[in-house]
């Protein structure tokens, strides 16, 4: 049996440390593919790669990230962190300006699944599914998906700045509690 690809749209992006988390599958709603993901169909836990856009790692593109799956009652989550190649940061570039606009997709094989009627329509149960992929697209194939959050990464120069800002910040405030204590060594001594 071929691995299969399910996409999932995506919405509400936070932007706030160089990870994204989307929820890629989302239980017991029909997509577009005629499929009903089952609660219980995806392991938490399992590691995954993050392909390059649209599934382009199956093909000439290396993968641009890693994941691992959490899940909920409402579906599943790829907790993912890009790597630091050029064609990484592009994609986590993009994906952080689509913001609504970006979409998601999975590959898996199916391990278990039935035929059913589900709100008066024929699909597919997908009761156990092997995700080993998840990927951005242009159009994903279950709207009710969505971006959990977006987070830069901090680069090394504002790692440095920021512990360099604490330290004066530090300073400053020893300065303050010595022109203070002047006088009161008894009591503000061991803060100095």
């Not at 169909?41 to 959490?70: C, E, F, M, Q, T």
């Not at 790829?78 to 940061?89: E, L, P, V």
């Not at 992929?133 to 159009?139: D, G, K, Q, R």
Request: aromatic content about 8%; charged content about 20%; glycine content about 8%.
């Amino acid at each position: 049996m071929l691995p299969e690809r399910k996409t999932v749209a995506v919405h509400d992006v936070k932007a706030n440390s160089g990870t994204v988390s989307a929820m890629f599958s989302v239980y017991s709603m029909i997509d577009s593919d005629l499929d009903v993901v089952l609660p219980g169909a995806i392991a938490d836990g399992k590691s995954v790669v993050i392909s390059a856009y649209n599934h382009s790692s199956w093909g000439p593109s290396l993968p641009v990230g890693k994941g691992v799956l959490r899940v909920n009652a409402q579906g599943a989550i790829c907790d993912a962190t890009f790597f630091k190649s050029q064609a990484a940061q592009d994609t986590f570039e993009v994906i952080q300006a689509l913001g609504p606009l970006q979409q998601w997709s999975y590959g898996f094989n199916v391990l278990d699944s039935e035929m059913g009627e589900f709100q008066g329509r024929r699909v597919r149960f997908l009761k156990s599914l092997d995700v080993f992929e998840v990927s951005p697209v242009l159009l994903g194939a279950n709207s009710a998906a969505h971006t959990v959050s977006v987070s830069p990464g901090k680069s090394l120069a504002e790692i440095r700045d920021s512990v360099m800002r604490q330290q004066l910040e530090d300073v400053r405030n020893r300065a303050v509690l010595r022109d203070i204590a002047d006088g009161h060594d008894d009591v503000f001594g061991e803060l100095l």
